[in-house]
């Protein structure tokens, strides 16, 4: 089912009334949400906390009176809800999330790896310069749609650019549910044009390649130099790793802010209704094809092919669209065999343990 379009606009129905003192959860972005899979008796006995870090020695747990490394054991990732069991933390409970973004992992590993969890808006960043680049834009895209997080393109360095309107149009281009922001980064911009997302107990998330300005942004919203950043390199306009890992920061009225390190390999997994929303264009052309199975090269009947034919579609958005659902469904489909494989020998190591008790 596609998402609508109001869907992903920042809510109009925005508190206005002025600050109350927030408690020590809200002030970690607690909603409604997780409350509920809670009780009093059961926070008094399993108190909930987040994970602000992941390191390789454990998770960085924070809650009311709690800032400790739980070691590893739980499935979690940044942003994750805890209930911490106080004499096994290792065996502290991950709650249901809103949302997740995840990927496959780098590599040749069919593994996949968890980016971070219940965030509530994605700011997409990119630069108006060389790294600018229509098809990365639709993979995060595509992740945001897929876990149901409202995306934001946020378009930075423009004051370091002769004429923005070129990358603004591309960018706007890719999809009409998204919001295009153009700000530069190092002024009051952003804290006035994303005030609407970045609201009291809400997650958002900056998200792009290294250099765009992610960092910057994120010192922009505090009002200081939270966050170590870095010069791109001119040859190239290619960002320097300066974030190294994914982190979470909190604003004074609960707003958790997620800072992340540039991603050089993206790999999209289980993320098809995601690619249909950015895509949805090319996807409704492909419902309108006579045979289910269309390839969209040579059959009759092909509705993609007749509106490339009328110049309805563009032959580079259709070639994306085409890497993107072969990636998917190449990805989807090692990780599902993996998950089998994995099921099959813990079945037999069990089989030869039970035989090995008698």
């Given at each position: 089912?596609k998402?609508e379009?109001?869907?992903f606009?920042?809510?109009?129905?925005?508190?206005?009334?002025?600050?109350?003192?927030?408690?020590?959860?809200?002030?970690?972005?607690?909603?409604?949400?997780?409350?509920q899979?809670?009780?009093?008796?059961?926070?008094?006995?399993?108190?909930?906390?987040?994970?602000?870090?992941?390191?390789?020695?454990?998770?960085?747990?924070?809650?009311?009176?709690?800032?400790?490394?739980?070691?590893?054991?739980?499935?979690?990732?940044?942003?994750?809800?805890?209930?911490?069991n106080?004499?096994?933390?290792?065996?502290?409970?991950?709650?249901?999330?809103k949302?997740?973004?995840?990927?496959?992992?780098?590599?040749?590993r069919?593994?996949?790896?968890?980016?971070?969890?219940n965030?509530d808006?994605?700011?997409?960043?990119?630069?108006c310069?060389?790294?600018f680049?229509?098809?990365?834009?639709?993979?995060?895209?595509?992740?945001?749609?897929?876990?149901d997080?409202?995306?934001v393109?946020?378009?930075?360095?423009?004051?370091l650019?002769?004429?923005?309107a070129?990358?603004?149009g591309?960018?706007?281009?890719?999809?009409?549910?998204?919001?295009?922001?153009?700000?530069?980064?190092?002024?009051?911009?952003?804290?006035?044009?994303l005030?609407?997302?970045?609201?009291?107990?809400?997650?958002v998330?900056f998200?792009?390649?290294?250099?765009?300005?992610?960092?910057?942004l994120?010192?922009?919203?505090?009002?200081?130099?939270?966050v170590?950043?870095?010069?791109?390199?001119?040859?190239?306009?290619?960002?320097?790793?300066?974030t190294?890992?994914?982190?979470?920061?909190?604003?004074?009225?609960?707003?958790?802010v997620?800072?992340?390190?540039?991603?050089?390999?993206?790999?999209?997994?289980?993320?098809?209704?995601?690619?249909?929303?950015?895509?949805?264009?090319?996807?409704?052309?492909?419902?309108q094809?006579r045979?289910?199975?269309?390839?969209?090269?040579?059959?009759?009947?092909?509705?993609?092919?007749?509106?490339?034919e009328?110049?309805?579609?563009?032959?580079?958005?259709?070639?994306?669209?085409?890497?993107?659902?072969?990636e998917e469904?190449?990805?989807?489909?090692?990780?599902?065999?993996?998950?089998?494989?994995?099921?099959?020998?813990?079945?037999?190591?069990?089989a030869?343990?039970?035989?090995?008790?008698?």
């Amino acid at each position: 089912m596609k998402q609508e379009y109001p869907q992903f606009l920042p809510p109009s129905d925005l508190d206005r009334s002025p600050l109350r003192e927030r408690s020590p959860l809200e002030k970690l972005g607690w909603q409604p949400f997780f409350a509920q899979q809670t009780s009093i008796e059961g926070m008094n006995q399993t108190p909930p906390g987040r994970i602000v870090e992941v390191h390789r020695k454990g998770l960085h747990f924070l809650g009311d009176g709690f800032d400790m490394l739980i070691p590893p054991g739980p499935d979690a990732t940044v942003g994750d809800w805890l209930l911490l069991n106080k004499s096994q933390p290792a065996s502290s409970k991950v709650l249901h999330r809103k949302s997740l973004f995840k990927r496959r992992a780098p590599g040749a590993r069919r593994e996949l790896q968890l980016i971070a969890a219940n965030v509530d808006t994605a700011f997409i960043v990119s630069s108006c310069n060389q790294d600018f680049n229509v098809a990365r834009l639709e993979r995060y895209l595509a992740l945001a749609f897929e876990a149901d997080v409202i995306p934001v393109i946020i378009l930075t360095k423009a004051d370091l650019c002769d004429d923005p309107a070129p990358y603004l149009g591309a960018a706007s281009a890719i999809s009409q549910k998204v919001p295009v922001i153009l700000l530069n980064a190092l002024s009051d911009e952003p804290r006035a044009k994303l005030r609407d997302w970045c609201r009291r107990c809400q997650t958002v998330a900056f998200l792009g390649s290294s250099g765009v300005g992610k960092s910057t942004l994120v010192n922009a919203l505090f009002g200081d130099q939270a966050v170590d950043t870095a010069s791109i390199r001119e040859d190239d306009a290619r960002g320097r790793h300066t974030t190294t890992r994914r982190q979470l920061y909190f604003l004074p009225d609960g707003c958790a802010v997620l800072d992340t390190p540039g991603m050089r390999e993206l790999q999209l997994t289980d993320a098809q209704q995601g690619i249909a929303d950015v895509f949805d264009d090319v996807s409704t052309l492909a419902e309108q094809c006579r045979f289910n199975d269309c390839r969209h090269e040579t059959e009759p009947g092909c509705s993609i092919l007749t509106a490339l034919e009328a110049n309805i579609i563009d032959q580079a958005r259709l070639d994306r669209w085409n890497k993107l659902v072969t990636e998917e469904r190449f990805n989807s489909a090692s990780l599902a065999e993996r998950k089998s494989d994995d099921k099959s020998l813990n079945k037999k190591i069990r089989a030869i343990q039970k035989k090995n008790r008698k």
